[in-house]
């Protein structure tokens, strides 16, 4: 169905999975419920735990679903049916999965770190990579039919860049 979110990354301590894993937690405390959450990606090394906890923790276990080894096809097929994207990274080289989903029409809420407030600027929702509340508040906000149809309608205005464009302003200086 169309009534998941995703996130897009390996699965590795920078990428910040356990923040999913307590946002998830504390809306359970809560009696929320959310959407299911589609982490696709590679595991990476040092994970075992947070993977083991999303996995395995019979409170929130059924609310993920983790998907790895997808082929591009794949990838578009999960972007075009989700409700939208969450990246809780504590840091990013760039942030190619944030200007992924916006570029095409699809939300997304991201940490206010590093280059991640640089991409897709003015077209997605920032929260803290340490907060779960901040994290839960964004992602219950966006649930919002309203909420979401405006962010929907938001990104039609997202200009990609090319690598060339990206290299003439980077030339410049």
Request: proline share 3%.
């Amino acid at each position: 169905g169309d009534d998941y979110l995703i996130t897009v990354s390996t699965i590795e301590a920078r990428k910040n999975h356990t923040l999913l894993y307590y946002v998830y937690k504390l809306a359970a405390a809560r009696g929320i419920d959310l959407p299911k959450m589609v982490v696709v990606g590679r595991r990476g090394g040092g994970t075992d735990d947070v993977y083991n906890f999303i996995s395995s923790d019979p409170e929130v276990k059924d609310k993920f679903v983790l998907l790895h080894n997808m082929d591009d096809e794949a990838l578009s097929w999960l972007y075009d049916h989700c409700l939208f994207n969450v990246t809780p990274s504590f840091y990013e080289g760039w942030g190619i999965t944030i200007a992924e989903s916006v570029a095409r029409g699809v939300p997304c809420l991201c940490s206010n770190t590093t280059s991640m407030v640089e991409i897709a600027e003015g077209f997605v929702e920032h929260f803290s990579p340490a907060s779960s509340d901040e994290c839960l508040a964004a992602i219950q906000k966006l649930l919002n039919p309203k909420s979401l149809e405006a962010a929907r309608a938001k990104t039609k205005g997202y200009k990609q860049y090319s690598w060339d464009d990206s290299f003439k302003q980077v030339s410049t200086y």
